[in-house]
């Protein structure tokens, strides 16, 4: 199933000679996952717990926009995820799926929610307590490939200097800094009611 959805982003992008704002030109960059993937490997179970998404890239997967609050509850191998929060329209919204090592043993989790189509995941760099830096990108034929950065923040508000380790982690691979977007989080956002309503849906 994966393989037809990227064939046909990638036909779609050539033949058409339309490409999807999250298509982009050339190749993924290159990540020596192999050195991340033997230092997190043994700490992953730290990386459990709540998350508040900060800020994203572009993403036509990703359909809340504000008030992000997303929990990974470690099973030992990977991770159950919980994410819940406003969509653009001010409807609550939950999404829920998991968080594995890749089945063929590629150095990098996958990322498999409900409505998407599974995707590999790389932390780029976090300390587990206070911050992560998140990164996904797929190589299509025709010399394309699309890519989503996020970052998160264990708290709603994230200081500054979690801010800029972020910025550098992504612009160290080539990626710019200045796609992601903000994330709207803060007092307008009821943490409770959302944290209920992703328990009740479930």
Not at 21 to 38: M, N, Q, S, T
Not at 166 to 188: H, M, P, W, Y
């Amino acid at each position: 199933m994966l393989t037809k959805i990227l064939l046909l982003v990638s036909l779609t992008a050539v033949v058409a000679d339309v490409v999807p704002d999250f298509v982009i030109k050339g190749k993924c960059p290159a990540i020596d996952e192999h050195k991340l993937w033997r230092e997190q490997l043994p700490n992953h179970y730290k990386f459990g717990g709540v998350w508040y998404q900060q800020a994203i890239s572009t993403n036509p997967y990703q359909h809340l926009k504000k008030c992000v609050r997303i929990q990974y509850d470690f099973n030992g191998k990977g991770f159950d995820v919980k994410g819940v929060g406003i969509t653009p329209e001010g409807n609550k919204l939950k999404r829920v799926g998991k968080i594995e090592p890749m089945p063929l043993g590629d150095p990098h989790l996958m990322i498999n929610l409900e409505n998407s189509f599974p995707a590999p995941l790389i932390i780029l760099d976090t300390d587990y307590n206070n911050y992560a830096c998140l990164y996904s990108c797929i190589d299509y034929n025709y010399d394309h490939h699309s890519d989503f950065s996020f970052f998160f923040a264990r708290a709603p508000d994230a200081y500054d200097k979690y801010v800029d380790k972020c910025r550098a982690a992504f612009d160290s691979i080539g990626v710019d800094s200045n796609r992601l977007i903000k994330t709207e989080q803060g007092n307008e956002c009821d943490y409770e009611e959302l944290k209920r309503y992703v328990h009740d849906e479930l």
